[in-house]
């Protein structure tokens, strides 16, 4: 996303799918996952007319409330969507004005998807070619068409590709920046985008900074902090601009010596995890081995976090009890960029305390605590978390939160019932603003962005073109938008570049004074601290980032357009020879990670001949921690199981009801029930993802400290699923993994 | 002359909306206080995984008009409101059965943690009204759970449903909504969402 048109979020907003005239579902499962989110698809459907197409491997609650369901093999959307576009090319049912005006590079999406004819991607995904081409047919009809996917798409070794092709194919149907269009991927829980806009991410700095010194040297100047002081936190410089250990990989960097020569020459050695369910990444039983192995381990959580419980080390382990939601303050930031207040219901109960107060205390201790709160420029005067959210709001100008204020955001919140929830937009005392001021928002008095890249608005009232983002040409081809395509009330009618205090005089037909020139010196968009860049391109109708084109190659990538990849552990061996997995990696996020070595190891299918689909149960959240401790939740979904076919359970041997071992790729097994259905193919088993505190048969109850077990235990899905992780981002390959499953 | 009220409460739940996604169930049971194993309100699946087919309701004690459960108890516990709503006394119920016998929909429940796994007092959903004790009272409360008809409240498992499927209130109001929404249908957004 962030690659294709310049942001990494959410385009349009959850009401606006009510406008949308085709609604299509890749990879998600609102209906367990966002039941309120669904309610505004079916909103669509019911009052629209809206089609609602789900492509899924599993018949999913979501599917169940389909116009056209098309059930595909997993890891195979890339074939299916190429299969979608030539489709449409043939057609002519592209829209040749906004690929002329907004896209870079279209072409070679063209020449590519030749290949992927409706007899090919029938093969390849399994999908009928007559369901394609009905799904097709009925997509490209409708204007405007909204997409929609979550971890379904991301969760593979192939995810960016996947997430690039979609959106790609929103902009061959003029889809992009327009009510009841975009890309709307639905975040996996609470506040995900808005603890990605804090840079809890492996590869880059608050607001998606990269870690170029350069960067570094302007957060070191937002923080109040001196830049050799940080630089001098780091074992050695280089350090400081590398990324790090990713979420999905950590575990390698204790147990793989072989990795140490990324990682300044040292195995990890310390963990603390704040609230965060890391057995929901794939082989949790390399994630025991590496908890075993670390020296120190320290859980943050309201919960007891049931890696606690998994690891069977004996010391240096602490849990340290956090307050919930409801017990601290903040902002929180939904799926659609809008900011909410959170206001403390009540103090924190018995010894749990909030988050930002446990790292208050570690910060005194480690020495640093001046400098940790030094950027709020209160000393210990400040008031949290006012100041820490108005030093957000100044620091993050990349998207835009400068008009984010602590007091914007809470009168929004108070506010709550005068805004309309499919257009966002205020009455009375908000007039004309979007709730939660939706990033980007780029003043104190702009009212935010409901919908990113529309030009049918003014950029002051929530209008812009596509990012200028990497670079203004390419191989002497323009990368800037065409004449002519602008929002409205520009002063600059076509594409132009970011703005900088070169170009803002040209660009906004205005003269600095001399005051202001020195204040600007060597200032652009991204690092102006006195809001004047901002404030004139607004004043002429420009967007701060410019205005450029979408681009469909992205040539820093691996792939340069997306491409279709069989899984590591793919279903289908004879397929892989014809489409690989990309060469290994050595220094992925510190790692060494395979890709075509473990592709062509072995043929996996043949000792693994079943294909796993995995999700979530509506009744559970992530690895089920909180929701498995309440009663009600664990009365309606409170055993583990893997559901399978009768023709399958029959073939192997395994009635309903049965207990069955399941064996995967890597070491790992779980035993668990049998359950008949027909939500998945007669190859294929469901498994949720939400089970944790059973291992390998062996109840994890009484590793509990004293009565802080859940209701509900059950066997991680994750200690079975495959080893993978995507190319570009190292998400984990939760999606296509292979097992044996025998009658326990 | 004072008016007369016709007024008869109904629960209806669209099936082409429900998701099955149990927040009614789980919002009844945490309002009330209910025990595990209890279920005033379940949602039914059928058909689960066959294409085209799959159908979610979410179904409780229906009120009905002609309640069989009233017409077959011993011990005469049951009682119609006139608003339609069906209520018992657990202080008279003797926990029998026959109710659930009676009952077209399964919606009569029983405790089964007593000794010997008997059956204890009868328990359903009292459409959020409580019982024959004091309105709002403590004993009320404890024996029925909230009374948030008293307080002109929603009843908590509409109140909560995320895709507005599952109606509650007047028949004729209900039915006004159902004729409203089918004659909406594809014309384009009419209302707010959480007036849906």
């Known amino acids: 996303m962030a690659n294709t048109w310049g942001y990494g979020a959410m385009t349009n907003h959850i009401g606006d799918m009510q406008n949308s005239k085709a609604i299509i579902i890749f990879g998600a499962n609102p209906a367990a996952n966002h039941p309120i989110a669904m309610q505004h698809i079916l909103k669509a459907k019911e009052q629209n007319g809206a089609k609602i197409i789900v492509v899924d491997p599993r018949y999913s609650k979501t599917a169940a409330k389909s116009d056209i369901y098309c059930r595909i093999r997993t890891g195979t959307d890339i074939a299916f969507m190429y299969g979608m576009i030539r489709l449409i090319l043939k057609n002519k049912w592209y829209d040749q004005s906004f690929i002329q005006d907004r896209v870079y590079g279209m072409d070679e999406i063209f020449k590519e998807c030749e290949h992927y004819t409706p007899e090919v991607v029938e093969d390849i995904t399994g999908c009928p070619k007559e369901i394609l081409i009905q799904a097709t047919t009925a997509y490209a009809a409708a204007d405007p068409g909204c997409l929609i996917w979550n971890q379904g798409w991301t969760q593979h070794t192939v995810g960016s590709s996947n997430t690039r092709l979609g959106s790609i194919l929103q902009l061959t149907l003029g889809n992009m920046g327009k009510a009841g269009g975009g890309c709307n991927i639905l975040r996996g829980h609470d506040n995900v985008q808005g603890s990605t806009d804090m840079g809890c991410l492996a590869d880059t700095l608050p607001g998606y900074y990269g870690l170029a010194e350069g960067s570094w040297k302007y957060f070191a100047k937002q923080w109040n902090v001196d830049f050799d002081w940080l630089k001098a936190r780091f074992k050695t410089p280089d350090m400081m601009q590398k990324k790090g250990f990713s979420l999905s990989l950590w575990i390698h960097g204790v147990l793989d010596e072989a990795n140490n020569k990324n990682n300044a020459d040292a195995p990890l050695k310390a963990l603390v995890c704040i609230g965060n369910g890391i057995s929901t990444i794939t082989q949790t039983h390399k994630m025991k081995e590496a908890l075993d192995k670390l020296d120190l381990v320290v859980f943050i959580d309201p919960y007891v976090n049931d890696a606690a419980v998994i690891t069977t080390r004996n010391d240096n382990m602490f849990l340290l009890p956090a307050a919930s939601q409801v017990e601290t303050e903040g902002t929180v930031v939904n799926t659609s960029r809008c900011a909410q207040w959170r206001y403390k219901v009540v103090d924190p109960l018995y010894e749990a305390r909030a988050d930002h107060e446990i790292l208050f205390d570690f910060a005194k201790r480690f020495g640093f605590y001046d400098q940790y709160i030094a950027g709020m420029g209160k000393g210990d005067k400040f008031v949290w978390p006012d100041d820490a959210t108005n030093e957000i709001a100044k620091a993050l100008k990349t998207i835009g939160m400068q008009g984010r204020t602590a007091e914007r955001i809470k009168k929004h919140t108070t506010n709550w019932h005068l805004f309309n929830d499919t257009s966002l937009k205020g009455r009375g005392v908000v007039e004309k603003e979007y709730y939660g001021l939706p990033w980007p928002c780029w003043t104190t008095s702009h009212p935010g962005s409901p919908v990113l890249y529309n030009l049918s608005l003014p950029v002051s009232q929530g209008g812009m073109g596509f990012r200028t983002r990497f670079g203004v040409e390419r191989n002497g081809e323009s990368l800037l938008a065409a004449n002519g395509s602008a929002p409205v009330g520009s002063r600059i009618k076509g594409g132009y570049d970011e703005i900088t205090a070169k170009n803002i005089e040209e660009l906004a037909g205005i003269t600095l004074s001399e005051d202001e020139k020195k204040l600007l010196e060597g200032k652009n968009w991204k690092n102006d601290d006195s809001g004047l860049l901002n404030k004139y391109a607004l004043e002429a109708g420009l967007a701060p980032y410019g205005n450029a084109r979408a681009r469909t190659i992205v040539w820093e990538f691996i792939d340069n357009i997306p491409k279709h990849r069989e899984p590591l552990h793919s279903f289908r061996h004879d397929l892989t020879a014809k489409y690989p997995a990309s060469n290994d990696n050595p220094n992925h996020f510190r790692t060494n990670v395979r890709y075509i070595s473990e592709q062509t190891k072995q043929e996996w299918v043949k000792d693994y001949p079943i294909n796993i689909v995995s999700g979530r149960l509506v009744e559970h959240m992530g690895t089920g921690t909180e929701t498995r401790a309440s009663k009600y939740l664990a009365e309606l979904a409170g055993e583990m199981y893997g559901e399978i076919h009768p023709k399958l359970g029959g073939k192997l041997g395994i009635n309903d009801g049965d207990m069955m071992w399941v064996y995967g790729t890597g070491e790992g097994k779980i035993k668990i029930k049998c359950k008949y259905g027909y939500t998945v193919d007669e190859n294929s088993v469901f498994l949720p993802q939400n089970f944790s505190g059973v291992w390998s048969g062996e109840s994890l109850e009484k590793r509990y400290p004293g009565v802080t077990a859940p209701y509900a235990l059950g066997e991680n899905s994750n200690q079975i699923t495959s080893y993978g992780y995507d190319q570009q981002t190292s998400c984990p390959e939760t999606k296509c993994s292979l097992v044996r499953l025998e009658k326990a | ?196």
């Open chain 2, 1 to 196: 002359m004072s008016k007369v009220d016709f007024s008869r409460m109904k629960f209806y739940c669209d099936e082409t909306l429900c998701i099955d996604c149990n927040g009614c169930v789980v919002a009844c049971k945490e309002a009330h206080e209910v025990p595990v194993g209890v279920n005033r309100r379940k949602v039914v699946t059928i058909n689960e995984g066959i294409v085209g087919k799959e159908v979610s309701v979410s179904m409780a004690c229906m009120h009905c008009t002609d309640a069989p459960c009233q017409q077959v108890c011993p011990v005469d516990c049951f009682y119609i409101r006139t608003d339609g709503i069906v209520l018992h006394d657990k202080n008279k119920c003797i926990g029998c059965g026959y109710c659930l016998f009676a009952c077209p929909f399964g919606a009569p429940q029983f405790p089964k943690d007593g000794a010997f796994g008997t059956k204890g007092k009868m328990d359903k959903c009292t459409m959020c009204a409580g019982g024959p004790e004091e309105t709002n009272s403590e004993k009320e409360r404890h024996l029925y759970g909230q009374n948030r008809i008293a307080e002109g409240k929603v009843p908590m498992c509409a109140s909560m449903c995320s895709t507005k499927a599952l109606l509650v209130g007047d028949a004729h109001e209900v039915a006004l909504i159902k004729t409203y929404r089918a004659t909406k249908k594809g014309q384009g957004i009419v209302t707010d969402s959480y007036g849906w």
